[in-house]
């Protein structure tokens, strides 16, 4: 992997690097070029460089920048505010990519894989510091610059750390970088670090703590993971489940089948009337009422009533003759 640099040279030069400018003297900021941001290179040093290495030889790189005088970001910061200077851009980034590591590193702890993923992440917070820089007010621009940074580092990590993203709102962000380091300070300073005394420190519920906590001592493991080494059986396997099984399914399926067959065989059997009352009444979703039922018939809703407990009756005994151990389905 290599960590290009995001801003690339406005000028487009044949040469990828020029000596640095010998002059003694402070350059003109107004005159400043991108290829006099650089300084010489050691002697000999690419020599020393694992050859595979991409973190090693991209330090190497943007150890060639110079770092700016405080007037300088100045002057560099009005340019790209009210000129919209791409070159001035370009300096303004490149000589801070030695703070994006720096920062990277102290985030390296927790991150524990890839650094140079950090520092791509923290180079893009870098970029949009030096667009939203603003030379007027008494800011230094690496301060500035630091809170974009970090704001990309966390971000990445918080989506990256692990298979399931772990902390979407401030608050868990938050707890995700201090709770245990707020949990050390409470114990040494003699403190018991109960959910409840975190939860004021931190300013967040009891509840995200708790979440928080138990997230933080797991890690993820894939469901398809072998259980031990030398198995074959995956840990998914051990999972419990409500749902119900093939065998189960099948069988319901199967029972529905029978049973539809037979309610239409059923139906056969049935009066005009009896007909009505087992369509509109007992196999519908919206039955009709009683009362409606008898207005149709001149009849009145006692009579609709029993003429319907009648019918299931006749259904039950219908269905234990047709369908083989029907009294283990009731």
């Known amino acids: ?7 690339s040279d406005p000028k487009k030069k044949s040469k990828s690097r020029a000596k640095s400018n010998k002059k003694k ?3 003109d900021i107004n ?23 991409p973190l090693q030889r991209y330090l190497s790189e943007i150890s060639q920048y110079r770092l700016l005088t405080r007037d300088e970001e100045i002057e560099l910061g009005k340019r790209i ?28 702890r927790v991150w524990m894989q890839n650094l140079l993923d950090l520092i791509q992440e923290g180079n893009i917070g870098l970029m949009h510091a030096v667009q939203k820089f603003d ?32 902390g979407t709102t401030q608050g868990q962000r938050k707890l995700f970088f201090k709770l245990k380091k707020e949990k050390q300070k409470l114990i040494e300073e003699g403190f018991v670090p109960h959910t409840q005394l975190l939860s004021d420190r931190l300013g967040v519920s009891e509840k995200e703590v708790m979440e928080m906590d138990q997230r933080l001592d797991g890690w993820d493991i894939s469901l398809d993971a072998p259980l031990r080494e030398d198995s074959d ?12 099984s093939i065998e189960s399914q099948v069988a319901k399926k199967e029972i529905e089948t029978l049973l539809q067959e037979n309610v239409a065989l059923f139906r056969t059997q049935l009066t005009e009337r009896e007909l009505e009352i087992f369509d509109k009444r007992i196999f519908t979703d919206t039955p009709l009422t009683l009362q409606d039922i008898g207005d149709k018939y001149s009849i009145s809703r006692e009579r609709v009533r029993q003429l319907e407990k009648n019918i299931i009756k006749k259904m039950k005994a219908f269905f234990k003759d047709e369908i083989p151990d029907f009294d283990l389905y009731e």
């Open 135 to 166: 030379p007027y007010k008494n800011v230094k621009f690496s301060y500035y610059a630091s809170f974009w940074i970090k704001a990309y580092i966390l971000k990445f990590i918080m989506d990256n750390w692990r298979l399931v993203k772990i």
């Open 81 to 108: 505010t009210e000129q919209d200077d791409s070159e001035a851009a370009f300096i303004m980034a490149t000589s801070n990519l030695r703070l994006v590591v720096k920062i990277a590193l102290e985030f390296q």
């Open 233 to 244: 059986t995956e840990r998914g396997e051990f999972l419990s489940s409500n749902a119900s």
């Open 25 to 27: 003297h402070k350059p």
């Open 31 to 53: 005159n400043l070029s991108v290829d006099q941001t650089k300084t010489k290179a050691k002697a000999g040093s690419s020599k020393s460089l694992v050859e595979y290495d």
């Open 1 to 7: 992997m290599t960590v290009d640099i995001i801003m």
